[in-house]
């Protein structure tokens, strides 16, 4: 079974960007999809992007807008999501997920992280 650790999130501006990491243990990596989710106070969990496990694909929800890029190096065993041009309702507590081969990532991953906060003031 696959850990998962998110790190990078904090209180960022209007405008600015942040880089948000999830190291991955007890697994192989490489044969997992990776995805990100997010989940603002009084709403649901959301899917953000998932990105295939070479690296190659990669799937956006629509409100990205082309302001968010996913990645993954394998290597490090971790997936990073850049958000860039932030918005107040950005603010939300970013989830890392996996999904074995055979899984689906955008509706039911098979493996969670705890989260991290990114909060955007105006």
């Known amino acids: 079974q696959v850990q998962l650790v998110e790190s990078g999130g904090g209180l960022v501006q209007a405008g600015d960007s942040v880089r948000v990491s999830c190291a991955a243990s007890?697994?192989?990596?490489?044969?997992?999809?990776m995805g990100w989710f997010r989940q603002a106070p009084g709403k649901e969990r959301e899917f953000v992007a998932d990105i295939t496990q070479s690296g190659v694909s990669t799937y956006y929800a629509d409100f990205v807008k082309g302001r968010f890029i996913i990645s993954r190096d394998n290597a490090k065993s971790t997936m990073y999501l850049q958000l860039n041009s932030l918005k107040p309702e950005d603010t939300a507590v970013y989830y890392c997920?996996?999904?074995?081969?055979?899984?689906?990532?955008?509706?039911?991953?098979?493996?969670w992280g705890q989260g991290t906060q990114v909060t955007v003031s105006s």
């Open positions: 007890g697994g192989t990596f490489s044969a997992y999809t």
């Open positions: 997920a996996a999904s074995r081969v055979g899984g689906s990532l955008r509706s039911s991953p098979d493996y």
